[in-house]
């Protein structure tokens, strides 16, 4: 085989979709939660690509073993952010040739069923529902290749899937019209979107394991500068929550302009991230022409009954970055 018109430039492999399941029982309450983790890694590993030298593999099976038993031992296992740096931090250093560990954290909402009791509603202890699509996610890059005493993680996280709705406070006009134009211009429409959310972090120093085995993992003390960093935990919620009240209360003139305000209040409210990126489908609903029974469902405040449309929807996305 020619090597000389070609070489390998980039290498990356490991295991995909390893689902798991992780209950903490404290006492008679118990907490779960549940992962789709991506673990994958870079390193001196091109021979096993080029020479078919197998000796450098850590088998995408091992890699899967190493992420259930961290799932079992590591005291971060609920925190998706901090599990999936531990995860990276004790691959890139129990294996000396592998320089860099990406993982993704991909958790399913679980939510406590309400149970009563008289007239009084209590979260069950151990008792859970699958609340909706959708997922918060992390992904985590743990660079070891300034050395295995200097790492470095680079992380973002978001939600995706977070589907909602509108039914009005939402308008689009002024827009180029040409011969192309059919769209008619609207002061009120249905506005729904699934949100797809980015938010990333300026890169982190990582303390690196002191144990032989590499197993432990400690979080930095909160230096004073902990909000808004990688470390807090609000952030998730407070993110999701911003999301959700904009939306709710912008009157929109277009998804861009939406999408913008959002991601802006979020730079705002959190110092430590970096930068904040949507993707946010335009999921058309079309008012049905009723004009062939002499009925009017096409005026905007006539308007009742709505085709939704699956495809094609709009795409909207940008990044708001930090200056
Ligand atoms: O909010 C919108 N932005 C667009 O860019 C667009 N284009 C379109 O046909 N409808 C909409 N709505």
Not at 146 to 171: C, P
Not at 204 to 229: H, S
Request: aromatic share 8%; net charge neutral; proline share 4%.
């Amino acid at each position: 085989m020619s090597t000389e018109i070609s070489f390998l430039s980039n290498a990356r492999y490991g295991k995909d979709k390893v689902r798991v399941l992780r209950v903490v029982r404290q006492g008679s309450l118990h907490l779960i939660v549940e992962y789709n983790v991506t673990v994958l890694v870079e390193g001196d590993i091109d021979v096993s690509y080029t020479k078919a030298d197998n000796s450098v593999v850590v088998a995408t099976d091992s890699l899967k073993n190493i992420t259930y038993y961290l799932a079992k031992v590591s005291p971060h296992v609920l925190i998706p952010e901090r599990f999936a740096l531990h995860l990276g931090v004790h691959l890139v250093s129990k294996y000396s040739h592998l320089h860099k560990a990406f993982i993704t954290v991909e958790q399913l909402r679980w939510s406590r069923i309400s149970v009563h009791n008289g007239s009084e509603s209590k979260e069950h202890p151990y008792s859970f529902l699958r609340d909706g699509d959708e997922k918060r996610f992390v992904k985590v890059e743990v660079d070891a290749s300034a050395g295995k005493n200097h790492l470095v993680g680079r992380v973002s996280a978001g939600i995706t899937d977070l589907l909602v709705l509108k039914s009005t406070g939402s308008s689009f006009s002024n827009f180029v019209r040409d011969e192309y134009t059919t769209l008619v211009e609207v002061d009120d429409r249905i506005f729904s979107t699934s949100v797809d959310l980015n938010y990333t972090f300026a890169p982190i120093e990582l303390p690196c394991p002191k144990r032989d085995d590499k197993l432990d993992f400690n979080i930095p003390v909160a230096d004073g500068q902990g909000v808004g960093t990688v470390w807090d935990t609000s952030v998730p919620d407070k993110a999701r929550k911003v999301t959700l009240e904009v939306f709710a209360q912008d009157d929109s003139a277009s998804v861009q302009a939406t999408l913008y305000k959002m991601a802006t209040q979020i730079v705002q409210d959190h110092p430590g991230v970096a930068s904040v990126s949507y993707a946010l489908p335009n999921k058309h609903f079309i008012p049905v022409d009723m004009k062939y029974i002499q009925v009017d469902n096409l005026t905007p405040s006539n308007a009742e009954v709505f085709m939704p449309v699956s495809a094609p929807s709009g795409l909207i996305s940008a990044t708001i970055s930090r200056k």
